[in-house]
């Protein structure tokens, strides 16, 4: 059995009623929240927002997700999730008053202190990746060699896999792109950063249309950015752990530190727009509450600027 197929979530519904959603190789993204579209649908708590979070599949393992998704927060075993976090089998998310139990086979694979070594061996080439990314990369190398039991996590082997990866990337981009910091993303992360960056400027245009955009963010100025990050997000050079990737497999783009500005810049003018300025949209804000939304533009324009962990 496939062992993306054996993992479900476990939970109590709003009849007290226990369920079990299983997590299939089909679907590697499972939303969660009030709304009855969402794959996990918690509609009797109100407390969950329409979409709360999202359980997906990342690399080789499930992860959780609220990248400011929700209003009230969603915890694992008791601590609040800021981003996403790789689950392991018996981790209790709390979402609202609901306890979802992530039920799944661990499979051993590199440690914390490998993952962490590996980081900064990556870092060395101005390669920057987070913890999940690093442990997805790893795990899928230690995946492809575990028949013939050739992957080690020695500092050696780390530093060289660092090393031959960095190769790969700059021989797939120009000389002066190759003089920037680089951030890994899964492809996920990245298609949900352009939809809320085009939202972002539909909310803007309106404003313009309105005449109530300050001339503290000239559109011009941001259209220009929205138009240049989005070409430069199309253009992303993407990377996997294998050499020759095959169906299936994972890829992770590598977004330049000038991209990821140019993103910040314009979730930190719509935050500034909504709650500096006061703008409330007529018909770009798709019912959502214009305090949350700008909220959560300051919050990913904050996430992108900090150095990733």
């Not at 054996?6 to 079990?20: H, I, K, M, N, V």
């Not at 393992?61 to 008791?78: A, K, M, P, Q």
């Not at 920037?180 to 404003?207: N, V």
Request: aromatic share 6%; with cysteine.
């Amino acid at each position: 059995m496939n062992r993306i197929e054996r993992a479900r979530l476990c939970y109590t519904d709003g009849e007290g009623r226990e369920r079990q959603l299983t997590l299939s190789a089909d679907i590697r993204r499972v939303t969660v929240g009030r709304s009855h579209r969402s794959g996990l649908a918690l509609t009797w708590d109100r407390t969950v927002s329409r979409l709360h979070a999202a359980i997906e599949w990342i690399g080789t393992g499930w992860s959780v997700i609220d990248d400011g998704l929700s209003r009230n927060g969603t915890f694992v075993n008791g601590e609040r999730l800021a981003g996403r976090r790789r689950l392991r089998s018996g981790d209790i998310i709390q979402i609202g008053v609901t306890a979802v139990t992530f039920a799944g086979q661990h499979h051993p694979g590199p440690g914390t202190p490998q993952v962490r070594a590996f980081i900064a061996a990556l870092a060395k080439h101005r390669l920057i990746f987070d913890e999940d990314v690093a442990l997805a990369y790893l795990s899928a190398l230690d995946g492809a060699a575990s028949e013939n039991n050739q992957f080690r996590y020695t500092d050696e082997r780390l530093e060289q896999e660092a090393h031959d990866l960095a190769d790969r990337v700059r021989q797939s981009m120009p000389d002066s792109a190759a003089e920037r910091d680089h951030y890994a993303f899964t492809l996920t992360s990245t298609g949900d950063l352009l939809e809320k960056l085009s939202r972002s400027m539909m909310i803007m245009l309106e404003a313009q249309a309105a005449g109530a955009l300050p001339a503290a963010l000239p559109f011009a100025d941001l259209a220009n950015i929205y138009i240049t990050t989005v070409q430069e997000l199309s253009k992303a050079i993407t990377v996997d752990p294998l050499p020759a990737w095959t169906p299936g497999g994972a890829r992770y783009p590598l977004i330049g530190s000038v991209v990821i500005e140019g993103m910040a810049t314009l979730f930190e003018a719509l935050g500034s727009l909504l709650l500096d300025h006061g703008y409330l949209p007529t018909h770009a804000l798709c019912g959502e509450d214009p305090l949350a939304l700008a909220t959560k533009a300051i919050a990913r324009a904050s996430a992108l600027r900090s150095p990733r962990r």
